[in-house]
Each structure stands twice: as C-alpha cells, then as structure tokens.
C-alpha cells in the first residue's frame, strides 16, 4: 500500500482475524489515498522528529569514530595503529550490513514498530559497552553490535517515512531525515572538541565518555517512539483492517481535526487479498526477475554513495592528523563545516526532488559529487591543500554528495512492492555497503598508512568514479518516482484486479 491514513474496509466488519498464511480474504481500501491527501501537519513533524533522530544517532557514532581515531592511537591502553582504527569501523559497517539483513527480513513480517524498540535496545547496549572496551578485539565487537542495531534501524524506519508521509512531500522528507545524519555528526564533533581536551579529561576516560554520550542520547528516543504509529498499509495487508482504519482516523483527526470517512467523498480504492507473511520465494521473484532493472539501479547508487561516504568520512581525520598535523582533540573545529555542509545538502536541494523530479537531481547530485572529488584529489595529491581549504573542499563536495546518498535510500525504499520493501532497502543496503563501505575503510587507512599522497588520490579517483558512474545510470534508468502513490510507483503483491 502507500501512505498511512485509514481505510475504509469494504464490506465493513466483515474481516476477521489475521490468518496464519495467505488466504483468500479481500479488503477493499482507500488508506493510500487519504494518507496523500493530508497537508503537512503537526502528526508529520512529530514523525519527523522521532525517526530522524536514528540519523542523528548514526551520525554521533560514525562522527565519533572518526573524530576519536586519534585518541585512540594516543590511548595508554589501547594504542591502536591506523589500520586497527580502519578495521574496527569495518566491523561496525559489518554489523549495519547483518543487522539490516536481519531485522529487514523482520520488519516486513512482523511489523514496522516493533522493530524499532528491539534494534534501539541493541544499539543502546552496545554503544555503552563500546566505552568499557579493553582491547582492539572487544572494542571491534561492540562497535559490530552497535553497527547492528543502526543497521536495522535503517530498514523499518525508510519504510515507515515512505508509507506515513503524503506523496508530495515524501521526497524531501526522506532526504532531510537521512541528511540529519550531519546533526548528529556535529553533536559528535562538539563532544569530541570537549572530552578530549587534555586540560579537562585524560586521554583514555574522553573517548569513552564520548560513545556514553550515545547511550544517553539513544534514551531520549524511547520516549520519542512512542509517537509513531504501525503503518497503516502494513496492517492492511497483514489482516489486522480495524487497527489500521484506528490508526487512519488518528492521523486525520491530528492533521485535519476530523475524520475523512464521510460519504459524499469518493476515495480512489484499492483491492487487497490479505496475507500472514510474503515468502521468502515470492521476494527473491520480485527484486530479481519482475523488478530486476529496478534492483540493479538501487544496488549501484547504493554502492557508489557507500564506498564515496564510509571511505573518506570514516578517515577523515586520519588525513588531517597524518598529512596536515593537525591535533587529535582539535578535529572536531573541522568536522563541524563537514556536517554543515551535509546538512544544507538535502535541506536546500531537497525540494528539487519533488520539483525537478529523481532522475534529473539524482543524476546531478552523483556527477557534481563525483567531478569535484576527483578535482580536490588531485590538488590534494601535489601539495596546494591546506587543512582549511581541504575541509572547505570536502563541505562543497558533500553538499552535493548527502542528498545523492540519501536518494539511495529513496530510490531503494519507495521503488518496490510495501510486502518486500523493508527487505529490498536491506538487502541493497547491505550488499551497497558490504561492497562499497566495509571495504572502503580498511582500504584507505591502509592507502593513508603508506604516507604518499598520490597513493591516496588513487583511492579518491576510485570513489569518483563510482560516483559518476552511478549518475550515468541513474540518467538512464531511474523511474520517476516524484509527486506519485507508492502503489502507482510499484503494485502491492496483494494487489487484486
């Protein structure tokens, strides 16, 4: 289905209870239309608020780990050399890739807010047992766990924005709450400038007091959670129509002070043959043969953002430290123009997605990335950068580069069936970020460990061109997807004639 509102269920009360396998039962249902009917309202920006702070969560860690990769170095206790630094970022994108496999698989079957208590547990666990680390190994481990838990995040939260938010908004709205990302990146840059002040804190307690801050934060999203509803779509399809029209007249009465159930408005509906559970088998038919051109599309800009972003961001500081000097405590000053650019990004193009459509702005924000990239490279490569034109640089080019990453994920997330949806984004999430993010990392801490400069712009021309490939394809095969109902854009599997 698409969109969240409530259904009218046709004939009304005559559906029963949810069945154990798919059955022969038809709702017919006008959710999708209402949903994307409502204005933008207080309901919307609550949901906003509450799943965007996953980012903001994703941002702190990932900003952390980059931030504090000098303290670690310098740690009495762990004294981690630069490769120990990009292999414990791998494990964690390792633990993103398994956890949105995992609980992608179980927020398709089980439900979009479920998931998100138990993957924000398992975050919130990890990342404070992250501060208790005792070694490279256990350090590694918990930011695996931790990884995890975002990763799964990842899957029923794009999932949730595309079947709650209005078909006019969706695209900016997507790309704004995975830009907050760079607000939580920020919030790490800050916390890192102030507990790893030498005059304030030791150097083996302000790291670990960093990932706390995680933790804490990670708390306030319990109570945040408790805003957002289960989708209605998904209620629908799953058997459970009298929940699904509660939570519709809940949303209506929030947005527009009353119910939209009345007569004389003639709703677009939908037929829907009611099911437990999509099988495995009908999944794998649907990405692979029905719509293969469409998997392949989100599987190459997921790769390319994911090799362009982990790799240079999770070394960020890495190339600051090892080839411009500059201190390990004073990173964060640099960090924050990098996140405010990644922010502005999405805020300020992000309508265009809406306007000018997908396939014209995914194409751009991929080229521009891409071309600018390769061109700072290249300046970095024979000496003319300075640590402040550098970071400059990078805020140009990741203006650019965070609303394509983020068109990724709503290339991914709005482009297939609601039945398969949460799974699609964490399948190509995973195999986009096990290509291009895991490998990534490691392969630049070891490219900045040979200490030549050129052998690090090999690595920056290998990111650009992935960049700009994807932007050739994306020109080419990208399905415009702007302004339209999730079921006009791909057909529920449930769909009935």
Not at 54 to 62: A, N, S
């Amino acid at each position: 289905m698409a969109g969240l509102s409530e259904a009218t269920i046709v004939p009304a009360g005559a559906v029963s209870a949810p069945a154990q396998g798919n059955d022969d039962r038809v709702i017919e249902t006008s959710i999708p239309a209402r949903l994307d009917s409502l204005a933008w309202s207080g309901f919307h920006t609550r949901v906003v608020l509450a799943l965007g702070i996953t980012w903001i969560l994703d941002g702190l860690e990932v900003t952390l780990a980059g931030a504090l990769s000098g303290a670690l170095k310098e740690s009495p206790r762990l004294q981690f050399s630069n490769f120990d630094v990009g292999f414990s970022n791998s494990a964690y994108l390792a633990g993103a890739v398994l956890g949105a496999l995992g609980f992608g698989w179980l927020t398709d079957r089980i439900g979009r807010k479920k998931l998100f208590f138990i993957t924000l547990a398992l975050y919130l666990t990890a990342t404070a047992a992250t501060a208790l680390s005792w070694n490279v190994a256990s350090y590694a481990l918990f930011r695996f766990l931790t990884g995890a838990g975002i990763g799964g995040e990842y899957t029923a939260i794009n999932s949730t924005i595309q079947e709650l938010v209005p078909a006019r908004y969706r695209g900016w709205t997507d790309l704004v709450i995975n830009g907050s990302f760079w607000i939580g990146a920020a919030l790490g840059a800050i916390a890192a400038i102030v507990l790893l002040d030498p005059n304030l804190i030791g150097p083996d307690l302000g790291w670990r007091l960093a990932y706390l801050t995680g933790a804490v934060l990670g708390l306030v999203v319990f109570v945040m959670r408790m805003w957002i509803p289960e989708s209605p779509r998904w209620l629908m399809i799953h058997g459970r129509p009298d929940e699904a029209h509660a939570i519709v007249a809940d949303i209506e009465r929030s947005a527009i002070g009353e119910v939209q159930d009345r007569p004389h408005h003639v709703w677009p509906k939908i037929r829907l043959r009611m099911r437990s559970h999509t099988p495995l088998r009908e999944v794998a038919v649907t990405l692979f043969s029905t719509y293969r051109q469409r998997s392949l599309v989100g599987l190459a800009l997921m790769i390319a953002q994911a090799f362009f972003y982990n790799a240079i961001f999770f070394t960020f500081a890495l190339v600051l430290t090892d080839f411009f000097g500059i201190a390990s405590n004073q990173i964060g000053w640099y960090i924050l123009p990098f996140a405010a650019g990644n922010f502005l990004g999405p805020l300020l193009l992000g309508r265009l997605f809406d306007t000018l459509g997908r396939r014209v702005m995914i194409t751009a924000t991929y080229g521009i990335s891409g071309i600018l990239l390769a061109l700072s490279g290249y300046l970095f490569s024979i000496g003319v950068m300075t640590a402040q034109t550098q970071t400059i640089a990078w805020m140009v080019i990741f203006f650019f580069a965070s609303p394509a990453a983020s068109a990724a994920y709503l290339t991914v997330s709005e482009t297939f069936p609601l039945e398969v949806r949460a799974l699609a984004i964490a399948l190509f999430y995973a195999v986009g970020t096990g290509i291009g993010g895991v490998f990534g990392p490691a392969l630049f801490g070891a490219l900045i460990d040979t200490g030549s400069r050129n052998t690090v712009f090999a690595g920056y021309l290998l990111g650009a061109g992935l960049m700009i490939a994807a932007a050739f394809i994306a020109w080419r095969y990208c399905i415009a997807a702007e302004r339209r109902s999730l079921e006009s854009v791909a057909r529920p599997l449930a769909f009935v004639e």
